[in-house]
């Protein structure tokens, strides 16, 4: 596979957006900016691909999905959804809840992500496999039907050795290690507000 990074640089210089560049508003409940939060997340699932495996397919699509229901209500629904916190409270009051429950979802993805990174950031000794595991045990896996659980572990067993891995996020060990911390603190900030958020009253349907 070739590099996934420009000479000299690393994988997150590749992103189209990153978590770091999506405008959130403190004055307003940490409002989320709809456009920036999608093109973040679809950066994200790009990933997967780093990761290797065709096994990574049916998380990576999964995600995808859900970023087209919560676009295809932007698309719709421009004016009540320039925030995803806007975006939810308008869709709900029509007593809709497609883009809501795909924002639920993705929110859930994002945290499997973020936690199985963190997990392997701190813990230099620890396999991808096992970073990975873990995390999907505590996110995705409790919302799983026992159908899709198979498919997702298959994943985690799928994934490159640790040191492969971070050899595609590029040569500069020490470069890779301080993007990827800082992609992932602005990742984990929309994740709590995400997890926050959806957990609110407001935002059941």
Excluded: C
């Excluded at 290797?52 to 009540?80: E, Y």
């Excluded at 945290?111 to 990975?132: C, K, M, V, Y």
């Excluded at 990742?187 to 935002?203: M, N, Q, S, Y």
């Amino acid at each position: 596979m070739a590099a996934a990074f420009p000479a000299g640089g690393t994988f997150f210089d590749t992103l189209k957006k990153s978590f770091v560049d999506v405008p959130l508003d403190p004055t307003k409940d940490n409002a989320i900016s709809t456009t920036e939060f999608l093109e973040a997340a679809e950066s994200l699932v790009t990933l997967f691909d780093v990761l290797g495996s065709v096994a990574f397919n049916p998380v990576k699509n999964d995600m995808l999905g859900n970023v087209k229901k919560i676009r295809d209500r932007q698309l719709a629904a421009p004016t009540l959804s320039e925030t995803l916190q806007e975006l939810v409270i308008n869709e709900l009051k029509e007593k809709k809840h497609v883009a809501t429950e795909g924002l639920l979802w993705l929110t859930r993805g994002l945290d499997f992500t973020a936690q199985a990174l963190r997990a392997n950031l701190g813990n230099p000794s620890e396999e991808l496999s096992a970073s990975f595991r873990g995390a999907y045990g505590n996110t995705l896996k409790p919302h799983h039907s026992f159908i899709i659980k198979p498919i997702f572990s298959a994943a985690m067993g799928a994934t490159p050795y640790r040191k492969d891995f971070y050899k595609k996020l590029g040569d500069d060990e020490a470069k890779v290690n301080e993007a990827l911390a800082i992609w992932l603190t602005a990742l984990e900030k929309v994740v709590g507000i995400l997890k926050e958020f959806t957990a609110r009253k407001e935002a059941k349907w």
